[in-house]
Structure formats: structure tokens, C-alpha cells
């Protein structure tokens, strides 16, 4: 029974390992991504690196291209005013294309940005995946865990320059 138990995990744990190395060497994978900006921190409602002009209204993010610039909208050349999907979930469906580039438009803790994915990175070519060593009793090392006396709430800063509170349980 043990030996079923553990044959159930490991192979969970394969077909985990496998769709998570597919994830990050995809196109628009961690490698690809080139930055993130926040679209309210921005002058002039211009982006580095990134085409058109970007607003936030009470419905949510404006797009204005003057020119099709390489955008496509329905897989259509785009010029004009579009509301990119913007998401806090799965970034497919808040993706614009930009010729082979993509551009993620999440919104976190509230705040809306843009996330820039170029395939053709240097960091993308040049990543092998994840990294992984086999488990076993010689790769355990003892350990102590200290904790603090009082709850500590340090300020962290997020990707888009933003400092919030890191809880640490003590």
C-alpha cells in the first residue's frame, strides 16, 4: 500500500515538475520577460519600451495607439483606443500582442501595470530550465529554527518599486 502511495506521488510530482519546467521556458516565461511598469507611475502615459499610451480610468486600462506599431487586437493590425483584459490570474487572457512580443497587463495588490515578454532575450536563450538535483539522505543537512521574540513586520519592495508589509511569524 505504502509503495502505491508513494508511486501516486511521485508521479504527481513528475507531471508537476514537467508542466512547471514547460511554463517557464515558454515564450512569455520568466526569462522573456523584459520589465514591469506601473501604468499610474508613468509620465505622460508612456511606458519604456512599449508603444502607445496607457491610461487607468474608473473601468480599468487604456490603450491609445496612433499607429499599428506592430499591435494586434483579434489577431488584426490595431490602431486606436482598446481595454486590454487586465488580469490577477492566468496571464493568458491579458495578453496583447506586440509582433512576437507580448504584453501582460496585471493587476496586483490593486495596482495596474504592464509586463513586457520578448522571446528573443538573451536570458530566454540562454536558459536551460530549472535547475533540479535528486532527493536523498545525503542532500540533508541538520538545521535550528530560531524564532524572534516579537512579531516582526518588515517593508518589502515589489516589482513595481512599491513597499508593503511582510508579515513574520515569530
Known amino acids: 500500500m505504502a509503495t502505491d502511495v508513494f508511486g501516486a506521488w511521485w508521479r504527481w510530482r513528475w507531471r508537476w515538475r514537467e508542466k512547471r519546467e514547460e511554463s517557464v521556458t515558454a515564450p512569455c516565461g520568466p526569462p522573456a520577460s523584459t520589465g514591469t511598469h506601473g501604468i499610474e507611475d508613468q509620465p505622460e502615459e508612456r ?12 473601468k480599468g486600462i487604456v490603450l491609445t495607439v496612433a499607429e499599428t506599431g506592430g499591435f494586434q487586437v483579434g489577431r ?3 490602431a486606436g483606443e482598446v481595454r486590454p483584459a487586465a488580469g490577477t490570474g492566468t ?11 507580448r504584453l501582460v497587463v496585471p493587476v496586483r495588490e490593486g495596482v495596474p501595470g504592464a509586463r513586457g515578454h520578448d522571446p ?21 543537512v541538520p538545521g535550528r529554527f530560531t524564532p524572534y521574540e516579537a512579531r516582526r513586520v518588515p517593508r518589502l519592495g515589489d516589482t513595481l518599486g512599491r513597499a ?3 508579515a513574520l511569524a515569530r
Open 47 to 58: 511606458l519604456p519600451d512599449i508603444p502607445g499610451n496607457w491610461t487607468v480610468d474608473g
Open 76 to 78: 488584426r493590425p490595431f
Open 91 to 101: 496571464e493568458t487572457a491579458a495578453r496583447v500582442p506586440l509582433g512576437e512580443k
Open 120 to 140: 528573443g532575450t538573451e536570458a530566454r536563450r540562454a536558459s536551460r530550465g530549472i535547475e533540479a538535483a535528486a532527493r536523498g539522505p545525503r542532500r540533508v
Open 164 to 166: 508593503r508589509a511582510f
